[in-house]
T-cell receptor, first 108, second 116 residues
Framework: GQNIDQPTEMTATEGAIVQINCTYQTSGFNGLFWYQQHAGEAPTFLSYNVLDGLEEKGRFSSFLSRSKGYSYLLLKELQMKDSASYLCAVHSWGKLQFGAGTQVVVTP | EAQVTQNPRYLITVTGKKLTVTCSQNMNHEYMSWYRQDPGLGLRQIYYSMNVEVTDKGDVPEGYKVSRKEKRNFPLILESPSPNQTSLYFC???????????????FGPGTRLTVT
C-alpha cells in the first residue's frame, strides 16, 4: 500500500511564494503528479515528475526526491486565482493514489 | 473540442437500484480511470483501464464494475448501490500511461451521486 501526506491548508499573500510538500511511502513508484482543483470543478494537470530534480513550468515548479519519498510544488508570484486545492498523486503501474489535498488560500 | 464527458451529471437514486454512469472521451486515449472524491479523503481510484479489454482494480473497487469494450467509452456500473457510495465521481483519460508519452490526465466534469 501507499501513504501520501500533504498539509491540509496553507495561507499566503498575493505576490508571495508558497511551497506545498508531499511525502509518500510506496511499494512501487513510476512518478508523481500534481493537480490543481478549484472548488466545484474537476482537477487539472500541473506536472508529472519521474526523475529527481526540479521542473519549472512558468510560475509553477515541482521537485522530486525519490530516495527521500518527497516532492514539493512551488507556486511563485501568487495570484488570487491560485486559491484552490492542490493534489499530489503517486503513480505506480497505472494505479494512482492521491493525497487528501492542500487547500491554498491567497489573501490580498 | 477535446473532452471527457460524463452522464448524468447529477443523480439521486435509491438503495439497490442498478445504475450506470457513462464516460466517453474523443481524444483516442488509451488510458481511462474512475475516481470518487469524498470530503477529507481526497480522490480515490476505483478502476482503471490501460487499453481496450484491459481493466484493473484501483484502491476502492468494491461495489463497482467497469467495462472497456471500445477505446472511447468506460462506463461505471453500480449493480446494487448503497448509501456509502454517495460521492462525487470523476472519469479521466490519458494518451498513454507508461513509457514515453503524454501523462496529462484529462478529467470529466464529475457526477454527483446520492444514494438514499
Amino acid at each position: 500500500g501507499q501513504n501520501i501526506d500533504q498539509p491540509t491548508e496553507m495561507t499566503a499573500t498575493e505576490g508571495a511564494i508558497v511551497q506545498i510538500n508531499c511525502t509518500y511511502q510506496t511499494s512501487g513508484f513510476n512518478g508523481l503528479f500534481w493537480y490543481q482543483q478549484h472548488a466545484g470543478e474537476a482537477p487539472t494537470f500541473l506536472s508529472y515528475n519521474v526523475l529527481d530534480g526540479l521542473e519549472e513550468k512558468g510560475r509553477f515548479s515541482s521537485f522530486l526526491s525519490r530516495s527521500k519519498g518527497y516532492s514539493y510544488l512551488l507556486l511563485k508570484e501568487l495570484q488570487m486565482k491560485d486559491s484552490a486545492s492542490y493534489l499530489c498523486a503517486v503513480h505506480s503501474w497505472g494505479k494512482l493514489q492521491f493525497g487528501a489535498g492542500t487547500q491554498v488560500v491567497v489573501t490580498p | 473540442e477535446a473532452q471527457v464527458t460524463q452522464n448524468p451529471r447529477y443523480l439521486i437514486t435509491v438503495t439497490g437500484k442498478k445504475l450506470t454512469v457513462t464516460c466517453s472521451q474523443n481524444m483516442n486515449h488509451e488510458y481511462m480511470s474512475w475516481y470518487r472524491q469524498d470530503p477529507g479523503l481526497g480522490l480515490r481510484q476505483i478502476y482503471y483501464s490501460m487499453n481496450v479489454e484491459v481493466t484493473d482494480k484501483g484502491d476502492v473497487p468494491e461495489g463497482y464494475k467497469v467495462s472497456r469494450k471500445e477505446k472511447r467509452n468506460f462506463p461505471l456500473i453500480l449493480e446494487s448501490p448503497s448509501p456509502n457510495q454517495t460521492s462525487l465521481y470523476f472519469c479521466a483519460s490519458s494518451l498513454v500511461f507508461g513509457g514515453s508519452g503524454s501523462y496529462e490526465q484529462y478529467f470529466g466534469p464529475g457526477t454527483r451521486l446520492t444514494v438514499t
